[in-house]
Nanobody, 124 residues
Framework: QVQLVESGGGLAQAGGSLRLSCAAS????????MGWFRQAPGEERESVAA????????YYVDSVKGRFTISRDNAKNTVYLEMNSLKPEDTAVYYC?????????????????WGQGTQVTVSS
């Protein structure tokens, strides 16, 4: 098992930046594909970004390409989401998740473990 704790959410203005972190504890971190998901009120949880075990391959949903960057530091058991040029439509609860098996990086149902979420609010 792995435990995930997100941090770094908060309030930002449109055009601003935030950096989310997700610290993992438990099993060896580098066996997991890591993903960031978000859920706005009344909406389905959607994949935002994901990164493979060694960090050499990433996935982004089209709406964040060129603005968000996912990275991981396996020595620190941490995955990051750098969010730039934020828009009001980025407002959501952001969740970190880990996939320990066969992983389609964009598929929320592939992920076994989830953090508690961190709120990101972008004002216009």
């Amino acid at each position: 098992q792995v435990q995930l704790v997100e941090s770094g959410g908060g309030l930002a203005q449109a055009g601003g930046s935030l950096r989310l972190s997700c610290a993992a504890s438990g099993r060896t971190f580098n066996v997991y594909v890591m993903g960031w998901f978000r859920q706005a009120p009344g909406e389905e949880r959607e994949s935002v970004a994901a990164i493979n075990r060694r960090g050499g391959s990433t996935y982004y949903v089209d709406s964040v390409k060129g603005r968000f960057t996912i990275s991981r530091d396996n020595a620190k058991n941490t995955v990051y989401l750098e969010m730039n040029s934020l828009k009001p439509e980025d407002t959501a609860v952001y969740y970190c998740a880990a996939c320990g098996g066969a992983c389609r990086m964009y598929d929320r149902y592939a992920y076994n473990y989830w953090g508690q979420g961190t709120q990101v609010t972008v004002s216009s």
